[in-house]
């Protein structure tokens, strides 16, 4: 089993992108190692984390760091030092110097990131940062005020499109479960292909069992949300968020329709993808907003895991290779950081005090978790 190790950087850079065996000598010497393994707890799966390459990205206050002048307008700086990636071939989603204001309110100030195919993107920043806007940005949902989104190399124009994401499925999982109260598990989860799909019923209850079994969920089918504790729903949430429409009788014109829900009426925002296997050009993307938050540090690994088995890279819970192309977290969890991700943007100017933190908070959870018999 790999053991994923965390490092201190006395830099704000806290990179360490790629395989595991991508610190240069030059690069590793700038790095303290401290926790050479991770708590092994009842809930790590082998397989889940066997491919992982990387998962680290953990900084210190440089003992020199003075904090930049906050003028209002945050920004995400890709802090990718990894020469291999500069191939743009596999860029399946770009921000490219993204502005956004609500209002008076200067969220996004100049946000470039890219997200490559395979990728595991994480995320993380202060509260209130713009973290949801540019996910927002990069489904689609919310137009940059100035800048562009690069959908695999192509220009989007205003809000998302059906011709744009012919080529790209993204998924939206919100940072509250979301799930329609008055319906059942089996029905928010099969929503769409209730609504939208000519599959057979049967066919859709099938296929909604055998997600929610990927996700490590079973017999939960005909209970309401209510009956569920927050982690059940968040996967439900991301069962919903991976089913796709196995007829092959389906024509093709679907593909591209994007369907969405918020706790107020959208939260996940799925396309309709009417194949057994994704056709060779669809590339699934996620976008997690905080999947972690509220729960408590072993549902958090669940979560974490799961993310990490339904990715190309990964096994679900029924052993299958899962399905999704790349994704990026949203999280506030150093632990989601470690396990669940490769490379890590952060927010400047405050990331470095920030990551501290939770650097802090996640060493007070690994001791209270080596602490439960
Ligand atoms: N539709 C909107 N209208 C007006 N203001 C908005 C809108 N969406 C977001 N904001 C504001 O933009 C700022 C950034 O919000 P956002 O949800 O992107 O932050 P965040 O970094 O994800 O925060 P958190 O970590 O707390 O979820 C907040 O001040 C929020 O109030």
């Known amino acids: 089993m790999v053991s994923p190790a965390v490092s201190i950087s006395y830099t704000p850079l806290s990179i360490c992108n790629g395989n595991n065996n991508s ?7 700038k790095f303290l190692r401290c926790f050479p393994s991770f708590p092994v707890s009842s809930v790590d799966d082998e397989n889940a984390i066997r491919n992982r390459r990387v998962a680290c990205a953990c900084v210190a206050p440089p ?12 920004k995400i700086e890709n802090l990718s030092v990894n020469k291999e990636l500069e191939d743009e071939s596999d860029v399946l989603i770009e921000c490219r110097d993204v502005y956004k204001s609500f209002g008076e309110k200067h969220i996004l100030g100049g946000v470039s990131l890219k997200i490559r195919h395979g990728e595991a993107v994480g995320i993380i920043g202060p509260s209130g940062t713009g973290k949801s806007t540019i996910l927002k940005i990069m489904a689609g949902l919310l137009a940059p005020d100035k800048g562009e989104v690069l959908i695999r190399g192509k220009t989007r124009h205003g809000l998302i499109s059906d011709e744009e ?52 969920l079973k017999g939960v089918e005909e209970r309401l949300p209510s009956e569920l504790s927050g982690g059940m729903k968040k996967r439900v949430a991301l069962a919903r968020s991976i089913i796709y429409d196995t007829d092959e009788g389906c024509n093709r014109a679907r593909v591209g329709m ?56 990964g096994e679900d819970a029924l052993g299958k290779p899962g399905k999704i192309a790349s994704y990026i977290v949203v999280t506030h969890q150093h632990s989601t950081i470690r396990r669940a991700v490769d490379r890590q943007v952060s927010y400047s100017p405050f990331v470095p005090q920030f990551c501290f933190a939770l650097f802090l908070l ?12």
């Open 165 to 216: 994401i012919s080529g790209l499925r993204i998924g939206l999982v919100f940072q509250s479960a979301a799930l329609f109260d008055s319906l059942t598990v089996r029905e928010n989860v099969g929503f769409l292909l209730y609504e939208n799909s000519t599959m057979h019923e049967d066919q859709i209850a099938e296929l909604v069992t055998e997600t929610l079994a990927a996700v490590g």
């Open 258 to 313: 994007i369907y969405g829900f918020t706790s107020q009426g959208s939260s996940n925002y799925h396309t309709d993808i009417p194949t057994h296997h994704f056709p060779p050009k669809v590339h699934p993307v996620l976008l997690y907003d905080e999947p972690t938050a509220g729960l408590d540090p072993i549902a958090s690994t669940v979560v974490e895991d799961l993310i990490r088995s339904v990715h190309m890279k």
């Open 23 to 29: 610190w240069s000598s030059s690069t590793s010497s």
């Open 362 to 373: 996640t060493e007070l959870e690994r001791l209270f978790l080596s602490s439960v018999p």
């Open 63 to 74: 003992q020199d760091f003075t904090p930049a002048k906050f003028n209002g307008a945050h």
